[in-house]
């Protein structure tokens, strides 16, 4: 799994959310890609595009570098309010998460995507 989040609390979270299940590799930003190990192939990505200015480009550099990768979009609610939910969706998230402190919205976002 990779998991891409500005918060180290939240790439915490994540991996004792998901430890035992998956091997987490997570990072700051989608920039930090370029040091992950080019054979990595994640059964499921999940990127926070709460505080991104351009949520787009984000989940563009994403999934540029995993195009079948399914992808999970993790949104602050006020994130989630203030973005358009068709816009989002139209981007090609297989789910979004709505609260990311939550480790059971998480897995269940997770489920979605793998399902």
């Given at each position: 799994m990779l998991y891409v989040d500005s918060d180290p609390r939240l790439r915490r979270l994540a991996d004792a959310t998901f430890r035992g299940e998956?091997?987490?590799?997570?990072?700051?930003?989608?920039?930090?890609?370029?040091?992950?190990?080019?054979?990595?192939?994640?059964?499921?990505?999940?990127?926070?595009?709460?505080?991104?200015a351009d949520p787009r480009q984000v989940w563009d550099r994403l999934c540029e570098q995993w195009p079948t990768v399914p992808a999970v979009m993790v949104l602050t609610i006020e994130a989630a309010i203030e973005q358009d939910r068709e816009v989002l969706w139209a981007l090609g998230p297989a789910s979004i998460v709505v609260n990311p402190f939550s480790g059971d919205a998480m897995r269940r976002g997770v489920a979605t995507a793998l399902s």
């Open positions: 998956y091997i987490v590799e997570s990072i700051a930003s989608v920039d930090d890609m370029d040091g992950i190990d080019s054979g990595l192939e994640p059964v499921v990505a999940v990127v926070n595009l709460s505080e991104s």
